[in-house]
């Protein structure tokens, strides 16, 4: 499975962007779907899940009220649609796919099996 993310770029604060994670190979309709991002000196942290259906999403409470999680399956496809855009929320955002599929909670990176290259996401002030 290969998946690749893509749709950063550079928005002024408050702003939007919309971010794909497109899949190839392997049954990503089965798949968790998730997004992490790293900022420049600080750790990976965990932005949004959703599960297999799309039926369960998870959020970190920073983002809770800005940024939604989807899928389409038909596209094999994950977005992440991110809004009003803070400079905080500047970093490289990762996708990730967890072969399990059920999610009743954040997941660890360990329980991602497959993970995209990163697109990089800056907001200007």
């Known amino acids: 499975v290969q998946l690749q993310a893509s749709g950063g770029g550079l928005v002024q604060t408050g702003g939007s962007l919309r971010l794909s994670c497109a899949a190839s190979?392997?049954?990503?309709?089965?798949?968790?779907v998730g997004w992490f991002r790293q900022a420049p000196g600080k750790e990976r942290e965990f932005v949004a899940v959703i599960n297999w259906n799309g039926r369960t999403t998870y959020y970190a409470d920073s983002v809770k009220g800005r940024f939604t999680i989807s899928r389409d399956n038909a596209k094999k496809t994950g977005y992440l649609q991110m809004n009003s855009l803070k400079p905080e929320d500047t970093a490289v955002y990762y996708c990730?796919?967890?072969?399990?599929?059920?999610?009743?909670?954040?997941?660890?990176?360990?329980?991602?099996?497959?993970w995209g290259q990163g697109t990089q996401v800056t907001v200007s002030s």
């Open positions: 190979g392997g049954t990503f309709s089965s798949y968790a």
């Open positions: 990730g796919a967890d072969t399990y599929g059920v999610v009743d909670g954040p997941l660890a990176e360990y329980e991602y099996d497959y």
